[in-house]
């Protein structure tokens, strides 16, 4: 059975300027540095303006958190005003980045061709996607949240071959419980995670599908992340708002403890 290492990682969204987010990243890393937390991996996800303070901290103080981008072109350089490539990305050693995640889905309208393009992107630059899929309210009232979610797994990885998929981390999260406070129940979270892994088996095979690590986000804090870790299929979360607060992040980041 291949072991998978928890990805706890905070996506800030339009949140905390540069000089904010190295004292956020400060105390984290200072929080987190009296325990050995090898066993889980911690990233953030802070705005671009913050990223070279970011990058800057985390190099001249070897800490261990990674960090990375909310979001990437598809296009690696040009005429294209206001993206920022995967080329820029990678010059500042961005682990991560997020793709298709709801708010751009909603309001950048970014379809499963966009998302597919920009996961080609980051592996393009060496940048691990974490590809973001979840449906509505209206689609889980109908009942149809597997399929609707497979179909944004299906479109995202396109043409992608084993060896880039096998690295890539899936990020489900229900668009109803994002930023919401309505958290789905452990139940439906494992649902979703376990038929994404099972479409990876289709998809690639079992062995990769058993490699690569599935997230649940949407209104996770410190007080719900353990039931939800403990499904067999989720191996980490996206977390939004608990991000920005880093005693909750840091607690949610030690989850078994
Ligand atoms: C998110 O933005 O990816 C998210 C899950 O937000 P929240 O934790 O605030 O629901």
Not at 170 to 196: F, H, L, R, S
Request: with cysteine; aromatic share 6%; glycine share 8%.
């Amino acid at each position: 059975m291949t072991t998978r290492t928890p990805l706890m990682a905070g996506n800030w969204k339009m949140n905390l300027n540069h000089l904010e987010a190295i004292a956020h990243v400060q105390k984290l890393s200072f929080a987190l540095a009296d325990k050995d937390y090898d066993a889980v991996e911690v990233a953030v996800l802070p705005p671009f303006t913050d990223l070279r303070s970011v990058q800057t901290l985390v190099d001249g103080d070897k800490l261990k958190i990674k960090y990375g981008a909310q979001d990437i072109s598809a296009q690696d350089s040009g005429a294209y005003t206001g993206e920022i490539s995967g080329l820029m990305l990678s010059k500042l050693k961005c682990a991560y980045v997020a793709v298709g995640h709801s708010e751009r889905r909603q309001y950048h309208n970014e379809t499963d061709d966009v998302c597919n393009a920009k996961v080609k992107a980051a592996f393009r630059h060496g940048i691990t996607p974490i590809l973001c899929v979840g449906e509505g309210l209206d689609i889980r009232k109908a009942g149809q949240q597997v399929p609707y979610t497979l179909a944004q797994l299906d479109g995202g990885l396109k043409d992608v071959p084993a060896e880039q998929a096998e690295t890539i981390v899936i990020a489900y999260e229900p668009v109803w419980a994002i930023g919401t406070g309505e958290v789905a129940t452990p139940a439906d979270a494992q649902e979703v995670c376990g038929a994404i892994r099972g479409r990876l088996a289709e998809l690639y095979s079992q062995e990769l599908a058993d490699k690569v690590r599935i997230q649940y986000g949407g209104s996770v804090k410190a007080g719900n992340v353990a039931a939800i870790m403990a499904q067999p299929d989720v191996d980490g979360a996206l977390v939004g708002g608990a991000a920005l607060d880093s005693d909750e992040f840091v607690k949610i980041v030690r989850f078994r403890d």
